[in-house]
């Protein structure tokens, strides 16, 4: 079956400065209209978005020579925009607020542009990655997603989210929810160097027995889960909502593995 769905860019530049989540680098990032499809910009060079163009999977995901896009490519996924330049002058993407809803909602308030229409085939069978218990499947559906997490630790132990329209649930269900991380983890976190531009107010951190800040959402770990699965399966460039999604225990280098998979399985034409 061949979808038709609009082609939308932003309709003005959108700026967004802060530190990089891992880094701390100062950054800033401002998406442009475009009409080439979704790329990313570091001075003289550029990268269009695919998964083949990503370079990292530890901890986020790098495309080229920019890291962390996960939470801006989520935003851009949900509110359907296909088509941006994304000029960095650093090489990770801010924290901001620890997940996509500055993004989301600054992007919102710029309004889009349609400038065209995508035309998107297939795909016609389940698309499935694996990799020992964590698994992602793919199918052609309605934006209905589900992801299950389940941590090594007693708590939170197990957490499943699932949303039956998740353009429609993005902004106020997904977006919010904040990087996380456990607190064990913290002083091998700060001896590699990563987690530089996080504090409490941007991400959930969590105990033995409890999350050690006040959560947004009692199962925000397995929504941030999902928010990053939107933007690492974004890069085959296929809208969300014209999909149906299960992942379970997924990170980002089988995410990368599920979309380069999925961008095998459909055929994406631009008028």
Known sequence: MTRLVPRRTVARPVRFQGSGLHSGVP???VVHPGSEGLAFRLGE???SVSPEA???????????????????????????????????????????????LQY???????????????????PFARVFASEGPAKVAIAEGTGRWRYTFQSEAD???????????IAEAFGTEIA????????????????LGLARGLDLDKAL????????????FPDEPAR????????????AGVPPMLLDVAAERSGHRLHVEAARRLARAVRIERA
Request: hydrophobic share 40%; glycine share 8%.
């Open 54 to 100: 990503v370079e990292e999977t530890a901890r986020c995901t790098r495309l080229g020579g920019v890291s962390t896009v996960e939470h801006l490519m989520a935003a851009l996924a949900a509110l359907e925009i296909t088509d941006a330049e994304i000029e960095a002058d650093a090489t990770e993407l801010p924290a901001l607020d620890g997940c996509a």
């Open 45 to 47: 060079r550029r990268w």
């Open 27 to 29: 950054v800033t990032v």
């Open 205 to 216: 951190l969590l105990g033995e027995s409890g999350y050690v800040n006040e959560p947004r």
């Open 155 to 165: 708590f939170p132990g197990l957490q499943e989210v699932e949303f039956l329209r």
């Open 176 to 191: 919010p929810a904040r990087t996380f991380g456990f607190e064990r983890e913290l002083p091998r976190l700060r001896e």
């Open 224 to 235: 941030h889960k999902l928010l990053d699965l939107i933007g690492d399966l974004y890069l």
């Open 104 to 122: 989301w909602t600054e992007l919102s308030d710029a309004g889009r542009e349609t400038i065209g229409e995508l035309s998107v085939r297939g």
